[in-house]
């Protein structure tokens, strides 16, 4: 049985800033309390305001919101991985994990176009 849509980019999320935890704490300790702390909050707004999205019966606000933030958090990975804080390794993760996240709002952006 296949999860709607809603639910995947909700868990497929989730399981992002688990790994995005694990990866920002190797952070320079100057680094820990801006960067870092920048890139958790982005995070946890992406996923707040799938949440919205996902209860809310008007969402083109909601969605619009939710690709800003997620074009926000893709530079923010980016420009740690070009700092030298976040190894290529973990960059490479988080960033197919934006793109699919991202691929996942815009298949949510044209669904609600259809409907209107």
């Given at each position: 049985m296949t999860q709607p849509a809603e639910l995947r980019i909700r868990k497929h999320?989730?399981?992002?800033i688990g790994y995005a935890y694990v990866a920002l704490k190797q952070f320079p300790k100057?680094?820990?309390?801006?960067?870092s702390?920048?890139?958790?909050?982005?995070?946890?707004?992406?996923?707040?305001?799938?949440?919205?999205?996902?209860k809310?019966?008007?969402k083109k606000t909601t969605l619009q919101e939710l690709?800003?933030?997620?074009d926000l958090l893709r530079s923010l990975v980016r420009m740690a991985h070009e700092l030298g804080?976040?190894?290529l390794k973990q960059?490479?993760?988080?960033a197919r994990d934006l793109d699919a996240i991202g691929?996942?709002?815009g298949n949510w952006i044209k669904a609600m176009r259809a409907r209107a």
């Open positions: 999320t989730e399981e992002m100057a680094e820990r309390h801006v960067l702390a920048e890139i958790r909050a982005a995070c946890w707004r992406l996923l707040r305001l799938i949440i919205i999205c996902n809310r019966y008007f690709d800003a933030e997620l804080f976040l190894p960059y490479e993760h988080l691929g996942m709002t």
